[in-house]
């Protein structure tokens, strides 16, 4: 997976960020069936606390075994 810089805040120029994963049922689910999942990522912005990004460091895992690049 591609690193992401993330140097501003969009909406008010802030310059710290903090990561946690999105609680409880924030997952990521195939659409396409089958119950394979990935945990989802926030960034936040310190300053006004708007999610700057959202993301899951494991997207293989929502492809099916025999497809995956691991």
Known sequence: MKEVK????QYCGGEEFIEGN???YGGT????????????????????????????KTPEKLYPKKERRE
């Open 6 to 9: 993330i140097e501003k805040c």
């Open 29 to 56: 689910y195939v659409s396409t069936g089958g119950f394979r999942n990935a945990v989802l990522f926030a960034i936040v912005c310190r300053d006004c606390g708007s999610v700057v990004r959202t993301f899951c």
């Open 22 to 24: 999105v609680a409880s």
